[in-house]
């Protein structure tokens, strides 16, 4: 595809900035040959008037059509075949054989929704008809801004989680495209403007407008005919977005996923069984995609046994062999390095190992660091994210410890535990503790890797996210961008189909205290 540098408002395409940016390809540094035009306020303001006026069509639509244009998006996606591929690896330095993956997961996900919508049942329709007579159901809430994160250019990106659940819930969208993949915005966001057209959906049901300046961002956030944000991305952008919706004459709701640093408990029977197991096996997961995860395990929290040594040495080992990669941007490599100093200077932390460093690009140095709890306590710097491949290890003194330490966590997005059946059942309590501190919790696992599917929570108390009710992945999410709206004493003829006396869709509703079909 012939990339143009335009920006896409509904069935348009428009460049009248002046100041343009290129992609870079991390890899070796150099600029790649596009020039992409940063959306101007007027190009911004016609994205969010056109989704405003979409809207007010895009939310009659019925389940079937919505699930359609979904289908059709997943259509054009997988239609860009190798070209949508290469695109990614050159803007992200990621390999190839990474996006076939998580193009797959971002097709998926579209499908997913589209049959959630062919169901039904999630607009969780109530009736109560034996007093007066009221009904409730959810609907969309308005236009939604969305905001691509970098770290994945397809399922967190223009054609991710977010806009798919917007799109499902009946929300047209207006898409902030992430500058360090503006190539593979447009790929998606003209694929996109594709299937709606196909499929027939009002102008302006879709728009994507590009930017390397925090202004183009903050101009969506602030539009009054947006109703809702998704973010995922660093805890500064996410917080400082979440203040300037809550600034708003119509203070907006801001689900933003700002990433958490995901503590792992090894507890004592575990390490002495498959201690050496484990810790090579956490190397994996932190330095799986450069450590580019939210969900990266940076904190693992080890029991006082003796065999703790042999944990440390061998995921010290694993460490000692393992290779630099190259980063997603210059930006997220510095950042990498700035907090990676910040920790190991902290008193008390020390560092156990470094990978080998490769020459080309922007490198990132996998670390292993070593602290104990009683640091840990008193530094609360030892729990910020560290955006790249390294983990703290903590030594507790005693089971106390642990449960001193995981009582003073803030919110993360997970926490795991590692534990035989008899350290599980000794160590309920510290469950229990966690249960208060994450969206969501793994035993005998690692947190990299979060399926799409029904059940799936990506969420967490703040500072993981600005709202530990939602969810960003899974079907879940599409619940962030819709309202409960209660319909009393209204005749049938007036009434959605969902709430009609006669259940033609099938869905599943509670009628007077009951489910029924
Ligand atoms: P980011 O800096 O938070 O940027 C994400 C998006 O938000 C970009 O489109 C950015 O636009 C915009 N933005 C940032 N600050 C803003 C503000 N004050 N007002 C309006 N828009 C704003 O995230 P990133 O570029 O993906 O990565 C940078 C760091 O974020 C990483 O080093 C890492 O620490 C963290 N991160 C976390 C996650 C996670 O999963 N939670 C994912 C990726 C990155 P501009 O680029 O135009 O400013």
Redesign the pocket.
Known sequence: MNLTGQNILGYETSRQGINTFQAHNPNNGTALPENFHEATAEEINTACEKAEMAFEIYRKLTAAERALFLETIAEEIMSLGDDLLERCHLESGLLVKRFQGERGRTVNQLRLFAELLKEGSWVDAKIDNKNADIRQMQVPLGPVGV?????FPLAFSVAGGDTASALAAGCSVVV?G???HPGVSEMIGKAIQKAAQKTRMPDGVFSMVQ????E???AI?KHPYIKAIG????Y???K??FD?ANRRPEPIPVYA???STNPVFILPNIIKEKGEEIATNLRKSVTMGVG???TNPGLTILPNVEERTLFINAAKEAFDISYSATML?E??KK??NAELEKLQNQTGVEVLSTGDEREEGEQGIPHLLQTDVAHFLKNEVMEN?V?GPSTLLINASSKAEILQFARQLHGHLTATVHGTKEDLKEYEDLIEVLHRKVGRLLINGFPTGVEVCHAMVHGGPFPATTDSRMTSVGTGAITRFTRPLCFQNFPDFLLPKELKDKNTLEIWRLVNGEWKK
């Open positions: 905001f691509g994160a970098s770290n902030k992430h500058p360090a930017g390397k300046s925090i183009v961002g903050q956030v973010f995922t991305g660093s500064k952008g996410g400082a977005i300037e996923e700002m990433g580019q995860f939210c941007t930006g997220i950042n990498y994210e955006f």
